[in-house]
């Protein structure tokens, strides 16, 4: 599955990107802000809006962790 390597609504933000400016402007929707609050992969149209608006490839934004691992890592919390 794959993962946020780091917060993107936090470094949107540090980039001047807050959410009040995400939704006036139209860069993202309100499902993406949200699926990014919660973690959640957004889709592919939003994923290429953030990719342009940090100056980032996919890869810096996100990683591909094996679900058993991820799943293994859960059940010892």
Known sequence: MFVYKFDVLETLKESGYNTTRLRKEKLLGENAIQSLREGEMV??????KICRLLDMQPGNIIKYVDAKDDQKALKTM
């Not at 889709?43 to 290429?48: E, N, S």
């Open 43 to 48: 889709g592919i149209i939003a994923l290429d």
